[in-house]
Structures are given as C-alpha cells and as structure tokens.
C-alpha cells in the first residue's frame, strides 16, 4: 500500500512538471509575439517589396527565395522544390486615356497573361457588343469591330454597394434598384448568348476580326473594387475598367458619342518557367520522421499586392516559425511550413507536395491552414475526423481564452473538398484543418480585387492567429502519441452516404492549351 502511494506520488510530481513545462513555452510563445512581432516588417518586404506573386511571374520567383533566405536568416532549413512549370509572364504599364469627347485619364489594368499592346499603344473607337438577333447576326456584325475597342461587360446600373443602399434609400428605391439591376443582367447575359460563343470564346473571336483590345469591368460589389483575373485573348489586350470609368465610355458609346481611348498595355511573355514550392522545417528531436505542418498558399492574383489572399496566411506561417524557433527550437516532432504554388489555379502546390511525398502522408500529425483574409480566426471545423473534438479541444484550451472565446467550432463536420490547400491533405487522410478568419468585408473588398495591398492587414488580429497557431503546433508536436485518423464518411443532402473527397493530381504544366 505505501509503495503504491509513493509511485502514485512521483507520477503526480512527473505530471505535474510536465504541465509547468508546457506553461512555460506557451507563456515563452505570447511573450515572443506580444513584444518582439515580425509582421509588419515581413509584410512590408513581402507586399510593398516584392509585390503580387502570380504564378509564372518574376515576382513569383523572387518570394520564394525571399522565404528561403528569410528562413535562413532565423536558422531555420528552407529549400524551394519545384513541382512543375507554367507560362511564364510579366506585367508591364498599363495606361488608359480616353481623348474623345473630352480628355481624361482612365482607373484600369490588363488582365494576368494578356497580351501586350503595339509598342507606344494603340488609339481607336470604344464601341459596345449590340444586341443582335442571333448568332448569324453576330458574324455579320463581327467584321465592324476591326481597329476598334469593344466593351463586353454588362454595365452596372449603380456604382453604390448594397450596405449603402440599406442605410440611405426608401425600402421602395432599394427594391426598385435591385429589380432595375436583375433585369439588366439578365438582358446583358442574353445579349452575350445571341452571340453564340461562350465567355473565353467571344474576346477571341473579337480579336481574329481585328478588335484593338477587349475592355471588361468585373465589380466586385464594393467602392472602388474590381476583380482582376486572367485574359482570353492571345494577340491583343484585355483590360479591366473601373466601374465608373467603364459605366463613361459605355454611356458615351450607346448614346453615339463614339469615343476614342488610348491603351497602352505592356506586358511581356518569358516562355514556360519553374514553378516550386518553398519548404522549412525545424527537426524533431524525438520523433524527426513524424510531422506537424503549417500550410499557407504563397502565389495570389495580381490586381494588388495578395495581401489578404494570401500574403496574411503567408506572414502568419512565417512568423509561427520563426516564434517556435526561438522559443522552441527542439520540437518532439518536425515543424515543417509549407508555402504553396499555384493555389488560384486549383491547389496545384498543395497536391503535388501531397503526391510527391506519399511516405509523409501517414506520419503527419496535424495540418492547420489558413487562407481567407486578415481577421481574427472565427471557426474550425473537424473536417470529418471523428476524434478531431478530443485532440483540437485539448490543444485549443491552451490558447488563451480571449483568444478562442468567439471561435465557432463544427465536430466532426463534413471534409473539405477544395477551397484551399488544407483539401488536398484531408484527400489523403491527413487531419487537416483550416483556421477560418473573421470577414472584414474580404469577398467584396480584397478577395482577387486591385484592393488587395498592405493597408487592408489588420495586424492585431494576425498576431492574435500567430499565438493561436504556434501553442496548437506546440501542442500537436508534445501529443504522447499520434492522433485517431478514423473518419466520419459525409452524407448529402438526401441523407444518404457520400465518398471521401479523392485525391487529385495537380497541373504541372500550366498556362497553356
């Protein structure tokens, strides 16, 4: 009896230093973040210095060598692996000038891979895509374009988003608007029908009848936000409008006022480039074959600088590694991050790191992911693995509770089956798990749009995911053992059972036919 009461009390001074332990480093972690954050300085060489990462282009390149020597500079092992290669691409000047009726400077850009315009630019008439009869009417009408722009946007019937409607108009104006905006869509989308080419079709069938450029506007519903994405055309430019300056020249034309522009896009093509992933890692010192994986997407659109989308997910995973190494140098199990490619164009990154490293896959603890914007994180699902509660609880607790207390969690919740990177790791059956942010109006505002820059970072809130994220990995990495992988097959809407999202290969050659 007194022998089991002296095991019974080393094993509680055993516990009991274990949990002092643990204290200790996460109080290190808030300490490191709280007074010594590297966010800003890293968000400004990665935003403001290097600028938007398209992948193919220059900027591309040079952010994942940035990262690796970044990494370095902290001692931490960083490599660049290459996964495969893509049409290569750099965005030149894009200016736009209307010079009829009267003179004014025009807010656009070209769309990513457009094709760049005759050296100096090209001067010609702006007309609109009429609404014909059908698709004999359009090729009757299609020789009419040659030198001339043409506007294939449907125009907006207010510039004013819906939250100011709200707030400022009669219930009877907003309906009004909102029915008055319906009907032009609609009539827009079946203008485009009659033309019997579908959306990446109809701006190459303009530009083989001798069109000067296309001219788009894709609103993203907020002041001053447009969405700016990729081009169809292969000889002549395609430019993004503001709203207004779209909804001028378009007025202008309907009304017979022809009006002449001047676009002078530059842009130049660098044949099929490498595309990589960057890779750090700081070594288990107990169990090195076994991971714990932080997981952001580096490349973004580049109507901005990716600050949202995702340049916070990015500075996040940074800063993670960078707290743990000087706080945590000898993790239990490996700390790898990994910064991906090529997520805009379907996770390409992510799932060749996923296909490429087969041997991996059974020894990952944990994946935690973030990609949606600057806020505070707001919600976690289990992604479908039964035990996720158990574990992510108990690592969640951790985190201090001014912290988590607005956190909205989902056990075991349905996998996630694309979205972001974290999908191609549940595809695998890794417990991978994306660490849902606060809005701060990312899908109108910054999500792909020429709003996406530095300015938009709240980096109270990012600091707030650093903490959060380092004391989970922390804690996934000091677990006893690995985590249940027994997943929760997800049935539809019918009720009845589903399939576990597959794995998909990625696109390792990519920006071409």
Do not use: C
């Not at 092992?77 to 030149?92: I, K, L």
């Amino acid at each position: 009896m007194k022998k089991r009461y002296v095991l019974g009390m080393g094993l509680m001074l055993l516990v009991g230093s274990h949990v002092h332990a643990q204290n200790e480093v996460i109080e290190k972690i808030i300490k490191e973040e709280t007074e010594n954050s590297q966010l800003k300085q890293i968000g400004h060489e990665l935003m403001d210095g290097i600028g938007p990462r398209l992948v193919g282009s220059p900027q591309m390149k040079k952010a994942h060598d940035w990262a690796v020597e970044k990494y370095k500079g902290w001692g931490i092992e960083a490599r660049n692996e290459q996964w495969g290669e893509w049409r290569g691409w750099e965005r030149g000047i894009t200016h736009i000038d209307m010079v009829a009726p009267w003179t004014k400077s025009l807010s656009g850009q070209q769309l990513a891979w457009s094709p760049a315009s005759p050296k100096g630019g090209a001067q010609g008439e702006v007309v609109v895509l009429p609404d014909l009869a059908d698709s004999v009417a359009f090729a009757k009408w299609l020789p009419s374009v040659k030198g001339k722009y043409v506007m294939i946007s449907a125009p907006q019937v207010t510039g004013r988003p819906d939250y100011n409607w709200e707030e400022f108009a009669t219930p009877e104006s907003f309906e009004k608007m909102k029915e008055e905006r319906t009907e032009s869509n609609n009539a827009w989308n079946e203008r485009l029908q009659k033309t019997g080419k579908g959306r990446r079709e109809l701006p190459m069938a303009l530009e083989d009848a001798g069109a000067l450029g296309i001219i788009t506007s894709y609103w993203s519903q907020g002041f001053g936000a447009n969405k700016i994405f990729s081009a169809s055309t292969k000889k002549v430019p395609t430019v993004d409008l503001s709203l207004e300056d779209y909804g001028l020249l378009f007025r202008l034309a309907e009304s017979g006022e022809k009006p002449m522009i001047s676009i002078n896009a530059q842009s130049k093509e660098n044949g099929m480039v490498p595309t990589f992933n960057t890779i750090a890692e700081i070594k288990g010192s107990e169990k090195p074959e076994e991971y714990v994986v932080l997981s952001a997407h580096f490349d973004s659109w580049d109507g901005g600088t990716g600050a949202t989308d995702n340049g916070t997910g990015t500075i996040m995973m940074m800063e993670v590694m960078r707290v743990l190494k000087e706080v945590y140098p000898n993790p239990k199990r490996t700390i790898l991050v990994g910064h991906w490619g090529s997520e805009e164009q379907g996770l390409n990154g992510s799932r060749a790191f996923v296909e490429d490293h087969p041997e991996m896959m059974p020894k990952i603890q944990a994946v935690f992911n973030q990609d949606n914007g600057t806020g505070r994180i707001a919600n976690v699902s289990g992604q479908g693995f039964v035990h996720s509660y158990e574990y992510l609880g108990r690592w969640m607790n951790k985190v201090p509770r001014e912290i988590t207390k607005d956190i909205q969690t989902n056990f075991p919740g349905n996998p996630g089956g694309g979205g972001s990177d974290y999908a191609s790791f549940v595809a695998a059956g890794v417990p991978a798990f994306s660490l849902g942010s606060l809005n701060w109006s990312y899908f109108n505002y910054t999500w792909h749009t020429n709003l996406d820059t530095y300015d938009k970072i709240v980096f109270d809130d990012v600091q707030n995911n650093v903490i959060m994220a380092a004391i989970m990995v922390y804690m996934a990495s000091e677990e006893d053992d690995m985590v249940s992988r027994e997943v929760r097959i997800p049935t539809g809407r019918n009720g009845e059972p589903t399939e576990w999202p597959a794995m998909r290969s990625p696109t390792r050659k990519g920006g071409v036919e």
